[in-house]
């Protein structure tokens, strides 16, 4: 047993080997990962797509090959499309799937899915389609669903739907692409990051079109964005301080 796929329509991943523990992310239907060590009821794992590492309840999993991990993972671009999707399950059961699952993990589950999904996309437009059915989602350190997500959950999975596939935390998200001096720049679509007073980056979010930006800050929302920073616009105040735009296609 050295890989795994999450066959739930989502698994918590923990800090530490205890459902007490932060929930510092999510496993999605489809996605895959490789376990590390194990511990009682629960296993340490890497996930492929992104390399982040956590604990989850060895319940929730089912065992799979490496190379249909590898396959799944890399090779596959079919994510839901919609807020709430569903399989038919070898039991002839519905089950829930959540925008981003990867539903083209179904054929090797033995499930059947019907539904639409996205492949992958070059057009930003496709990246701000994608985007707006997250708004209003609640925010939830840790979270990549509707249900609740954070931050650099929203932009991976926008980016993810899309078949571009970024780092989970905003700090690492910061690392890649082309950095743009200006917002007059950037695309909509691109990436503004924005960090603390000692300098480190604890948010990002989606550039829109006419200086707006759409990010997760108590709720998936879109505020005013300048060369300070964000404009919330129900406090009247600058909320986060701008630090750096990247364009990542």
């Known amino acids: 047993m050295e890989y795994g796929i999450c066959n739930l329509s989502i698994v ?16 999605l239907y489809g996605d895959c990962f490789k376990l590390l060590a194990e ?17 989850i309840d060895k319940k929730q999993f089912v065992d799979i090959r490496k190379d249909i991990a590898e396959e799944i993972s890399f090779n596959t671009n079919s994510y839901s499309n919609r807020l ?20 083209g993990a179904c054929k090797y589950l033995g499930h059947k899915f019907d539904g639409p999904f996205q492949s992958k ?21 840790g979270g990549k669903t509707p249900i609740g ?10 980016y993810r739907i899309n078949g571009h596939f ?12 082309e950095t743009l001096s200006f917002i007059d720049e950037s695309q909509a679509g691109d990436l503004a990051f924005f960090d603390d007073d000692e300098g480190k980056i604890i948010h ?11 990010h997760s800050h108590g709720k998936v929302r879109i505020d005013r964005i300048d060369q300070t920073g964000i404009y919330n616009l129900e406090t009247k105040k600058h909320s986060h301080k701008l ?7």
């Not at 009682?40 to 956590?54: A, C, H, P, R």
């Open 39 to 55: 511990e009682k009821d629960w296993i340490k794992i890497i996930t492929l797509s992104d390399e982040y590492t956590g604990w």
């Open 121 to 141: 996309s070059n057009k930003k437009s496709d990246l701000l389609k994608t985007a707006s059915l997250y708004l209003n989602s609640p925010y939830l350190w």
């Open 166 to 177: 970024i780092p989970r935390d905003a700090s690492l998200q910061s690392s890649i692409g």
């Open 84 to 103: 709430i999707n569903y399989i038919e399950t070898s039991e002839n059961k519905l089950a829930c799937l959540l925008l981003g699952s990867n539903v």
């Open 12 to 27: 918590p991943i923990r800090s530490n080997n205890s459902h007490k523990s932060e929930l510092i992310s999510q496993l």
């Open 149 to 158: 997500i954070d931050c650099s959950g929203l932009t991976q999975m926008t």
């Open 204 to 214: 990002v979010g989606i550039l829109l079109e006419n200086n707006y930006i759409l």
């Open 243 to 249: 630090r750096i735009i990247k364009k990542i296609f």
